[in-house]
């Protein structure tokens, strides 16, 4: 069970409304919120709290710079919307040279790989345009954008979703590299488009800044090999490096299950070298790896660091953003995912507890107001209106009753409006309390009574015989009870004398 309710039954009768709606919030919280939950009478009941066993698995600490070897940059494309970033990943992946042995379909995968023939350099690409990728993957902590290529439709200028991702790369200490797109536009002005940049902050090299960009077609793969060479001079700058031994570290680009192939993902290799046969956990999932294949369907036997990867074998689908890391053993990884569903269950059970706490607190908050306050708050105000006729207590056809309670305790008093507040057939009968206090019922009650026609409840009081006559006189009816529930039910008999009888 992941929420247990403790519920005092030691005096069922006189149990307070507050504890029973209470009970009520809470039921209605778990069942919200997916819990199981049990209602125990006492303490000693509970069960035992969910302590994980099991052991967790980090990445590794910093390499050993001589371990260190060259890797290409993981580039991301951000603009605004319609500048056109998806074309130019549509360009982009077609200028890869690809394998006819494989069928040449270009797959998604989410990620893919471009490598320049005269350097032989190559560049990996994210093929999720966007902030939202972007986001998603830094908010799980996986900061595999090295550098951002900021897409300015050169016809449009710098635009509000420009502004934002320019935003977020600085946040992010990202490099830019700007591509002024859609140059083949008779409308296009790259010039304008530059000094529009300046203005955001985007010193261009063509003012004595350090960021570069490159006019492009993206439509008609115009200068794609010079904005390719940008981000590899870039990266250059950068010496982006990683180490390619050792036990595999990185990032869930894709996941998907294909309906003849299983359970796939598409992986970035951050450090480490991907193999066969690989052990593997992401979040609460975990693989041994049966195949790979990069991102032309070609199959891999291995992969080096900044490579795209869609890896087979996954037993349960990871997440997007979800670190992978490779562990020794089947054993291992079945240990690592135990502790982490046990952490998660924890996690879920403090939030439902705070979800709980809040709901109680508020509900707290109106129900168990103390009378002082409710006074203040003016919750119940004694009627200044003067006496009634008889004939005009029905107020739109509805009979109405009239009640004073008197209890001998705070505590009481509360109980029993608590119980009253939840009274909800205002429209059959209504229910007016007129006054309500601690302690023996006194003249000034009786007064009220008379002059509102009014019952008057008393709850754990003796009402001395002067004071009854006194009643009597008056032709007010004084009820004591000693049992809240059984109050309760008197006033729910008076409300169903005042109600017309059923035809
Ligand atoms: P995204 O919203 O940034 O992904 O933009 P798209 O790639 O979907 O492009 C939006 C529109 O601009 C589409 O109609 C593209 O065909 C068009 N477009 C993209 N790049 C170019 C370009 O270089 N030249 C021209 N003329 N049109 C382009």
């Not at 319609?82 to 690809?98: A, I, P």
């Not at 007016?432 to 302690?439: A, K, Q, R, T, W």
């Not at 009597?472 to 309760?488: A, D, M, R």
Request: glycine share 6%; charged share 30%.
């Amino acid at each position: 069970f992941d929420v247990f309710v403790y519920v005092d039954n030691s005096n069922p009768y006189n149990r307070p409304k507050s504890v029973i709606h209470n009970f009520t919030v809470i039921q209605e919280a778990a069942k919200k919120s997916g819990f199981r939950f049990k209602v125990v009478s006492h303490p000693s009941e509970r069960e035992k709290e969910v302590v994980p066993k099991y052991k967790d698995v980090t990445r590794r600490p910093p390499a050993d710079p001589s371990k260190l070897v060259r890797r290409p940059p993981v580039v991301t494309i951000m603009g605004h919307v319609d500048h056109g970033k998806t074309t130019l990943l549509d360009s982009l992946r077609n200028t890869r040279v690809v394998d006819s042995e494989f069928g040449g379909i270009t797959q998604h995968i989410g990620a893919f790989s471009v490598v320049l023939p005269s350097s032989k350099d190559r560049v990996t690409f994210l093929d999720t345009p966007g902030h939202a990728a972007f986001t998603a993957m830094r908010a799980r902590g996986a900061d595999s954008t090295d550098i951002v290529v900021l897409v300015v439709a050169a016809d449009d200028g710098v635009m509000e979703q420009t502004v934002e991702s320019i935003r977020m790369a600085k946040e992010a200490n990202v490099p830019i590299i700007v591509a002024i797109n859609k140059i083949d536009k008779p409308k296009a002005d790259v010039d304008y488009t530059r000094k529009m940049l300046l203005t955001q902050g985007i010193e261009l090299e063509e003012f004595g800044g350090d960021i570069q960009s490159v006019p492009i077609s993206a439509l008609k793969g115009t200068n794609l090999k010079t904005l390719i060479e940008a981000i590899a001079l870039q990266a250059e700058i950068m010496d982006l490096k990683a180490e390619p031994t050792g036990y595999m570290e990185g990032v869930v680009i894709e996941s998907k299950t294909d309906p003849g192939r299983g359970k796939l993902s598409t992986a970035l290799v951050q450090r480490g070298t991907l193999r066969k046969g690989c052990i593997l956990v992401a979040g609460t999932a975990w693989a041994k790896v049966r195949a790979m294949f990069d991102d032309t369907g070609r199959p891999l036997t291995e992969a080096p660091p900044a490579t795209p990867v869609e890896i087979l074998g996954w037993r349960e689908l990871p997440s997007a953003g979800d670190e992978i890391i490779e562990v020794e053993s089947e054993r291992v990884a079945q240990e690592v995912l135990k502790y982490r569903m046990d952490k998660q269950r924890e996690e879920k059970l403090e939030n439902a507890k705070e979800v709980i706490a809040q709901k109680a607190a508020e509900h707290h908050k109106v129900y168990r107001t103390t009378l002082e306050e409710r006074r203040r708050l003016g919750w119940y105000r004694v009627r200044r209106t003067g006496p009634r006729e008889k004939e005009s207590k029905e107020t739109d056809g509805h009979p109405e009753l009239n009640i004073i309670v008197k209890g001998d305790v705070d505590g009481s008093v509360e109980a029993i409006l608590d119980v009253l507040d939840t009274y909800d057939d205002e429209k059959r009968c209504k229910l007016s309390l007129i006054h309500y206090g601690v302690g023996q019922v006194t003249e000034n009650d009786l007064e009220l009574a008379s002059t509102f026609d009014s019952l008057v409840y008393t709850f754990n009081l003796d009402t001395p015989k002067k004071t009854k006559d006194l009643a009597k006189q008056k032709s007010v009816l004084v009820k004591p009870h000693n049992v809240i529930y059984k109050l309760v039910d008197d006033i729910k008999d008076e409300i169903s004398k005042m109600l017309p009888l059923k035809k």
